[in-house]
Every structure is written in structure tokens, then in C-alpha cells.
T-cell receptor, first 113, second 110 residues
Framework: GQQLNQSPQSMFIQEGEDVSMNCTSSSIFNTWLWYKQDPGEGPVLLIALYKAGELTSNGRLTAQFGITRKDSFLNISASIPSDVGIYFCAGLNSGGGADGLTFGKGTHLIIQP | SQTIHQWPATLVQPVGSPLSLECTVEGTSNPNLYWYRQAAGRGLQLLFYSVGIGQISSEVPQNLSASRPQDRQFILSSKKLLLSDSGFYLC?????????FGQGTRLTVV
């Protein structure tokens, strides 16, 4: 089946630092989605990307749809304590299992005081 | 607007007991529905998905089953729970390119 390689697995940063994470795949996707999960809750959709090269922002978050359509990136600027959580990428295409929706394994963001 | 309801929020069940988790979606029709399981601090493991009433695809063979008796209702069941069934269960839905999750059920099998 399709796989998304999400990295890094964990990030330990200081408050105020910028954060970068990415997802890569050998498969082409038509849509990229980025989610954040707080402890004990369901993931919440942050940003959706629909076209290769697209750059979309949501507050301090910026995500990009890679031009090869095989990768996507999420950046968080000036991190704050409430940014702590698990970030998931997801790719959607017309092929593959689970009707084409595939999730990465997540990036744990930990902010050190 | 669309909403998803998942219950119960937490559940403690003895080994060998049955399980029924329910998920319903409001404000949309003919959604794709999903059940995921998440171990503590880990990724999302897809268990089942459904593209229509009575249509269930199983991604991982295990002690669980799923049913979709109505368009916007998705049920996760087990006849006899195992210790290894403990985890955080998430229901999700999708009608377009975006997927949305419920709040999750924390299941502890003791």
C-alpha cells in the first residue's frame, strides 16, 4: 500500500523557535492535509492543499504542496507552548487503499521551557 | 454545518467482554467513514473504512468488526475484548478532499 514518510518523528525546541516538518512519498497525491492532535483529543484539520506548488497559511502555520506532488511541508513560526502536540500529514489520491487517504506517522512537537 | 459525534469518551471493559463504539455524522450525506486506533503517542492505524451503507473494508485482521447500518452511522464492535484492544479509537468522515475526526474513545481493557 501507499506510505507517507513523515519527519522528524520528534522535535524538541525552545519557545519562539521556528519549526519545519515534512512528508514524502513515492506516490503522487492530489491533496495534502495537515492535522494537529492535542493529547486525548481527535486530530484537527489545520491546512488543506490542492495544487502542486501551492503555499497556504493559517496564522503562524504555513504549508506547501511540493511541485513533484510527492511531498508536502509544514512550517510553524515563533512557536508558543500551545503548539505542543502531534502533527499528522495526510495525502489523498484516487488510487491506493482506504479510498486513497493515507496518513503519516506523525511528528511530536515538544517545547522546552 | 457538519458535526461528528463519537461515544463514549472513555470506557473500561474487562477482558472477554463485548464492545460497541458508535459514531454518527450530521449535516452531510453519503460520507466515507473510517475507524482508526492509536496507541499512546503513536500514529493512526486504519482499522475499517466504508464508502456506503453495508460496505465495510477491513485493513487489519483482528478481534474487531465494523458495521454501517445507516448512511451516517458507523459502529465498531467486538464479541470478546483482548488486553491488546486497549487504545484510543477515532472515527472520521470525508465527503470531499478533507477528512474530519471525532473526539475519540479511550478504551482500557482490564
Amino acid at each position: 500500500g501507499q506510505q507517507l514518510n513523515q519527519s522528524p518523528q520528534s522535535m524538541f525546541i525552545q519557545e519562539g523557535e521556528d519549526v519545519s516538518m515534512n512528508c514524502t512519498s513515492s506516490s503522487i497525491f492530489n491533496t495534502w492535509l495537515w492535522y494537529k492532535q492535542d493529547p486525548g483529543e481527535g486530530p484537527v484539520l489545520l491546512i488543506a492543499l490542492y495544487k502542486a506548488g501551492e503555499l497556504t497559511s493559517n496564522g503562524r502555520l504555513t504549508a506547501q504542496f511540493g511541485i513533484t506532488r510527492k511531498d508536502s511541508f509544514l512550517n510553524i513560526s515563533a512557536s508558543i507552548p500551545s503548539d505542543v502536540g502531534i502533527y499528522f500529514c495526510a495525502g489523498l489520491n484516487s488510487g491506493g487503499g482506504a479510498d486513497g487517504l493515507t496518513f503519516g506517522k506523525g511528528t511530536h512537537l515538544i517545547i522546552q521551557p | 454545518s457538519q458535526t461528528i459525534h463519537q461515544w463514549p469518551a472513555t470506557l473500561v471493559q474487562p477482558v472477554g467482554s463485548p464492545l460497541s463504539l458508535e459514531c454518527t455524522v450530521e449535516g452531510t450525506s453519503n460520507p466515507n467513514l473510517y475507524w482508526y486506533r492509536q496507541a499512546a503517542g503513536r500514529g493512526l492505524q486504519l482499522l475499517f473504512y466504508s464508502v456506503g451503507i453495508g460496505q465495510i473494508s477491513s485493513e487489519v485482521p483482528q478481534n474487531l468488526s465494523a458495521s454501517r447500518p445507516q448512511d451516517r452511522q458507523f459502529i465498531l464492535s467486538s464479541k470478546k475484548l483482548l488486553l491488546s484492544d486497549s487504545g484510543f479509537y477515532l472515527c472520521a468522515w470525508r465527503t470531499g478532499p478533507k477528512a474530519f475526526f471525532g473526539q475519540g474513545t479511550r478504551l482500557t481493557v482490564v
